[in-house]
C-alpha cells in the first residue's frame, strides 16, 4: 500500500501542519490573471464519491478529465476511461489517503493532471488504474485482460516494489525497475511525475521529517526527469512545493516580493507587450503578446542574481505565432524597433535542447524613465526578456514528452509478445547512457547515489565520430567520456584522441560541435589509468574503470609505465634515456640538439654529396638530416666543411640572414643516407621494443635513439637512421606509424638557434 493510503480502521487522518510547507504556494489573484497561457495544474477540487456507475455511462467523477481529454482529443475513444475508473474506483473502496480523502481522489486527481497536458487515452487509463496492483487485489494479469498489454506494461512500470522483499534498497530499486520501462515507453515516467506532483501538493498531512524526506527526492531526482523529459509545467510545480518545504523563510520572502509586486498600481510588463502588440500590427504579423510570470523559484533566483528585484524581473513575454518562419520574422521586428540586448539572444529552434524545447530567447532594454523630481536619480533602464515560439512549440515545451504520447516508440507490432517484453525504441541519449551504466552498477547505494549525480548534469553537448556518427554527453565531458560511450568496455584500450583533428590528451574537456576520434591502442595489456578517474564525468566512464580496477589490484598504472621500465630516478626527476646501436657523438646528447658549428668536421656515412668547391668535406646537417630526393642547398663552416641542409630548415633562413652564401650542393649517385626520425605516441607497455622492431624490418640501423619523459601520456621519441637506400624512408615511416600507440612520425625539424 502506497505511503498516501491509510486503512479506514486505523484511528482518523493527520491532522494537516500549519507550515508554509503544508499547502501548494498560493498565486496572488493578478498572477493567476496573467498566468493562463500556461496550462492550469491547480483546477482540482475534491472529487465527490459516486455510487455503482450505470453500465455504459460515464461517471460524474471523470468529468473533468474528459472534459480536459476531449479538448486535445476530440475523436478520443472514452470507454476504456470509464472501464478503468469502474475498476479503480471499486479496487479502492473503503481505502482513505491521510488527509481524510477518499483514496480513489489521488488517481482521479493525477490522470486530471495528465489530460490536461494533453495525455492520449492509454496513459490516462493506466493512470487511473496506477495504484491498483500495489494496493488492492487487482492483478497484472487482469489489466491486461481487459486493457491490453500496453496499459498492464505501464502500470507494471509505476508499481513501487516491496520493501518486505527489499528492505532499504526498495526505493532505489522502485527507480532502477520504472528507469528501465520508461526506456520502452516514456509514459512511464510521465505517470510517476504526475503521481509526484500531486502526492506533493498533498504532502502537508505528513511529519515534518518525512516532508523533507520526499522533498529532497523529489529535488534530486523527479524535477531533474521532468527537466529531461520536457514536461516544464511539472517541473516548475514541483520546484516550488520544494522550495516551500525545505526553505520556507526564503520561500515567505519570495512570495511577499510577488505579493507586493501584484498590488503595484501599473505594470512595466503589460506596458511593454502593448507596445510589442502594436510593432507586430504595424509589421503584418499575426502574433500572441502573452506575460508569463516567473514561478516562486525564478524568482528566487533572478532576486538573488540581480539583488533588488524590477517589476519587469516577475515577469517574461510569450509570443506565439503560427508558423517557424514567423518566429524569426517576430524577432527581426522587435530587434529594429526596440533596443535590443544581444548577449541574451539563443536560438533553440534552429539548435532544439536536449528535451525537446525550442523556443528563441532575446531581451529587449525600456528606454530610461526620467523621475519626477527635478535634480532626482534617473531610473535605470529595465530589461524585458521575451520568448518567441510557435503554439506548437509552445505545447510541447509545456508538455514535453506527455503531450507526443510516446515518440521515440516504435511503431506498433501487430501482436505484442507475451511476455511482456518491448522493444528497445530510439532514445533520448541521456537516457540510453543512464540505462547502460545502471547495468554495472548492481549495488543499489551506488546506484542511487550515481543516479543523482547523473541526473545533476542538467546540459547535454553532441561531438560527431569521425565516420559521421554522434555521441550525446552531458556537458563537461573529456575524451574519457567519450570513449567509454562510444566502446564500453572495450575503452580501457584507448591511448588517445584526437579533436578536431589535432592530438589531444584523454582529459580534454569537450565542446558541443567537438569531432572526436578515439584512438585505440591493439596491445592487450593495454589497461586504464588510475589518473583517468579525475577526468571521468559520466557514470559509465567511472563505474567501468573503477570496476577494472577493483579486479586488478596494483593496476591502473597506465601511462605511468611507459616503455615498460620506470624511468623515474632516485630524486623524482626523469632524464631522457639513450638506446645506442653504436657507439657516436650523437648517442651523447638528445638527438634533437643540432651540434655547433664549431664542430670537428667528420665524413659523415651517408648518400654521395657532390659539391661545388673542390676538396671540401660535407657533413649532413643533423638538424634537418636531409636525404635523397630532398631538395638541398650548403653552406661552408670553420674548418673547410660544407654542411648540407634542406632547402625548408629553419636553420637555412637564419643563415641567409647572417650574410652566410650559399654553396652549391646536390646528390650524388649513391643512395644509402642517413636521416633523423621523430616519432610522438601514447604511452604504453613494451612500445619501445615494437618500435625498434618495426624499424629493423626495414632494413635501417639504428645510430641513436632518445626517449623523453612521459608529459600528459605522450611520448616523443628522436631516432638517427641509417637507411641502405633513401627509396625505403616512405616505407620505413609507414611501418613506424602502423606501432600501436604511434599517432604520427615525422623527419626532425628543428628551431635554428636563436630563432
Known amino acids: 500500500m502506497s505511503a498516501e493510503a491509510t486503512n479506514p480502521a486505523t484511528p482518523g487522518p493527520v491532522a494537516p501542519t500549519a507550515s508554509a510547507a503544508a499547502t501548494a504556494p498560493a498565486v496572488p489573484r493578478a498572477d493567476r490573471r496573467k498566468s493562463r497561457p500556461r496550462i492550469d495544474l491547480r483546477r482540482l477540487g475534491r472529487a465527490a464519491l459516486l455510487g455503482p456507475a450505470v453500465r455504459g455511462k460515464l461517471p460524474d467523477a471523470i468529468s473533468h478529465v474528459v472534459e480536459a481529454h476531449r479538448a486535445h482529443h476530440p475523436d ?20 482513505m489517503r491521510k488527509s481524510g480523502e477518499p483514496y480513489i481522489t489521488h488517481p482521479l486527481a493525477v490522470t486530471l493532471i495528465l489530460a490536461e497536458l494533453g495525455a492520449e ?34 502500470v507494471d512500470g509505476v508499481t513501487k516494489l516491496e520493501k518486505v522483499d527489499y528492505g532499504a534498497a526498495a526505493e532505489p530499486e522502485t527507480f532502477r525497475k520504472m528507469l528501465v520501462a520508461t526506456g520502452s515507453d516514456v509514459r512511464v515516467m510521465s505517470i510517476k511525475l504526475a503521481d509526484r506532483l500531486h502526492n506533493m501538493r498533498t504532502l502537508g498531512v505528513m511529519r515534518p521529517e518525512k516532508q523533507a524526506r520526499i522533498a529532497k527526492v523529489t529535488r534530486d531526482v523527479l524535477i531533474p526527469l521532468a527537466e529531461r523529459l520536457g514536461v516544464q509545467a511539472l517541473k516548475t510545480e514541483m520546484e516550488d512545493l520544494v522550495f516551500a518545504i525545505l526553505h520556507p523563510e526564503e520561500y515567505e520572502h519570495t512570495r511577499e516580493l510577488i505579493a507586493e509586486n501584484a498590488a503595484r498600481p501599473d505594470d512595466p510588463l503589460a506596458e511593454v507587450a502593448d507596445e510589442m502588440r502594436g510593432v507586430l500590427r504595424e509589421a503584418g504579423i499575426q502574433a500572441e503578446v502573452l506575460i508569463r510570470p516567473r514561478h516562486f523559484v525564478s524568482v528566487h533566483r533572478v532576486a538573488r542574481k540581480r539583488g533588488q528585484l524590477r517589476g519587469t524581473d516577475f515577469g517574461r513575454l510569450l509570443v506565439l505565432v503560427n ?15 526596440m533596443t535590443p540586448v544581444v548577449s541574451e539572444f539563443k536560438d533553440f529552434i534552429a539548435v532544439p535542447k536536449f528535451n525537446l524545447y525550442q523556443s528563441l530567447h532575446t531581451a529587449v532594454a525600456r528606454p530610461q524613465a526620467r523621475t519626477d523630481s527635478p535634480g532626482g536619480t534617473p531610473i535605470a533602464a529595465q530589461v524585458v526578456e521575451v520568448l518567441i515560439r510557435t503554439h506548437q512549440m509552445h505545447k510541447v515545451a509545456e508538455a514535453g514528452v506527455v503531450a507526443l504520447g510516446n515518440p521515440y516508440a516504435p511503431a506498433p507490432a501487430v501482436d505484442a509478445p507475451a511476455d511482456g517484453e518491448r522493444a528497445d525504441p530510439t532514445r533520448p541519449g541521456w537516457l540510453s547512457r543512464l540505462l547502460d551504466w545502471q547495468q554495472a552498477a548492481p549495488d543499489p547505494d551506488t546506484f542511487w547515489s550515481t543516479l543523482r549525480e547523473d541526473l545533476a548534469q542538467d546540459r547535454e553537448i553532441t561531438v560527431f565520430r569521425p565516420d559521421g556518427g554522434t555521441l550525446g554527453l552531458p556537458e563537461g565531458a573529456t575524451c574519457v567520456d567519450a570513449a567509454y560511450a562510444q566502446y564500453g568496455e572495450d575503452a580501457h584500450a584507448c591511448i588517445g584522441a584526437r579533436v578536431n583533428g589535432r592530438l589531444a590528451t584523454l582529459s580534454t574537456v569537450l565542446k558541443d560541435g567537438d569531432t572526436v576520434q578515439l584512438l585505440m591502442g591493439q596491445d592487450p595489456a593495454s589497461e586504464p589509468s588510475r589518473e583517468w578517474l579525475e577526468h571521468a564525468h559520466t557514470p559509465a566512464a567511472r563505474i567501468a574503470i573503477q570496476r577494472w580496477l577493483a579486479t586488478h ?27 645506442d646501436a653504436a657507439p657516436s657523438t650523437a648517442a651523447s646528447r638528445p638527438a634533437d640538439v643540432a651540434p655547433a658549428e664549431g664542430t670537428p668536421a667528420t665524413r659523415s656515412r651517408g648518400a654521395d654529396v657532390l659539391v661545388d668547391r673542390p676538396g671540401a668535406s660535407v657533413r649532413l646537417a643533423r638538424c634537418c638530416t636531409p636525404v635523397p630526393p630532398d631538395e638541398i642547398t650548403g653552406f661552408a663552416v670553420r674548418g673547410g666543411v660544407v654542411t648540407v641542409h634542406r ?3 629553419a636553420a637555412v633562413a637564419h643563415m641567409k640572414g647572417r650574410g652566410r652564401a650559399e654553396i652549391g650542393v646536390r646528390w650524388g649517385d649513391t643512395t644509402e643516407c642517413r636521416v633523423t626520425l621523430v616519432a610522438e605516441s601514447f ?8 618500435l625498434t622492431e618495426a624499424i629493423s624490418s626495414t632494413g635501417a640501423d639504428i645510430v ?19 637507411l641502405p637506400d633513401a627509396a625505403a624512408l616512405p616505407a620505413l615511416m609507414r611501418a ?17 638557434p636563436g630563432s
Open 736 to 752: 613506424m606509424r602502423d606501432v600501436p600507440g604511434v599517432y604520427d612520425v615525422s623527419r626532425a625539424q628543428h628551431q635554428a
Open 553 to 579: 589490484p596494483g593496476g591502473g598504472t597506465g601511462a605511468e609505465d611507459m616503455t615498460g621500465t620506470r624511468a623515474e630516478t632516485a630524486e623524482g626527476t626523469a632524464p631522457a634515456r639513450h638506446a
Open 647 to 649: 632547402v625548408e630548415c
Open 121 to 154: 487515452t492509454t496513459t490516462l487509463t493506466a493512470s487511473l488504474l496506477h495504484d491498483t496492483v500495489e494496493d488492492t487485489d487487482v492483478t497484472l494479469d487482469q489489466v491486461r485482460e481487459q486493457f491490453g498489454e500496453e496499459v498492464r506494461y505501464l
Open 683 to 690: 604511452g604504453r607497455p613494451h612500445l619501445l621494443a615494437d
Open 323 to 337: 508558423e517557424d518562419a514567423d518566429c524569426y520574422a517576430v524577432l527581426g521586428e522587435l530587434h529594429t524597433c
Open 704 to 722: 641513436s635513439a632518445t626517449v623523453e619523459p612521459p608529459s600528459q601520456q605522450r611520448v616523443r621519441h628522436t631516432y638517427t637512421l641509417l
Open 76 to 95: 478520443a475513444d472514452l470507454d476504456p476511461l470509464r472501464r478503468a475508473y469502474v475498476l479503480a474506483e471499486s479496487s479502492h473502496r473503503g481505502q
